[in-house]
Nanobody, 127 residues
Framework: QAQLVESGGGLVQAGGSLRLSCADSRRALSIYPMGWFRQAPGKEREFLATIGWSGSTTYYADSVKGRFTISRDNAKNTVYLQMNTLKPEDTAVYYC????????????????????WGQGTQVTVSS
């Protein structure tokens, strides 16, 4: 069983909203930074947003800044990605990830900086 399980993806019209959830089934990642990425067909995996362990630090890619919001509820072992004003170019498989490393207090935007990944959830935005 995967440790991180994403949900909330689906089909939405342009301009609509979706909220993705990422649940930590082993309840072991609440002290680590978490991130959201996406990968469209034929493209590399792209960083979207990251959040520190306490939730006080967030950082976004320019492509989603102002439209997407990352948050976490450590009591529920869940990280969220609220996506508003969706565009057809947001269509991709969305992944959550954890940086399970002691002393992780910075901002992490690279795929290689995360070592625990979910299986992904498909988001399709129709025009």
């Amino acid at each position: 069983q995967a440790q991180l399980v994403e949900s909330g993806g689906g089909l939405v019209q342009a301009g609509g909203s979706l909220r993705l959830s990422c649940a930590d089934s082993r309840r072991a990642l609440s002290i680590y930074p978490m991130g959201w990425f996406r990968q469209a067909p034929g493209k590399e995996r792209e960083f979207l947003a990251t959040i520190g362990w306490s939730g006080s630090t967030t950082y976004y890619a320019d492509s989603v800044k102002g439209r997407f919001t990352i948050s976490r509820d450590n009591a529920k072992n869940t990280v969220y990605l609220q996506m508003n004003t969706l565009k057809p170019e947001d269509t991709a498989v969305y992944y959550c990830a954890a940086r399970r490393a002691v002393g992780s207090s910075g901002v992490y935007t690279g795929v290689s900086e995360y070592n625990v990944w979910g299986q992904g959830t498909q988001v399709t935005v129709s025009s």
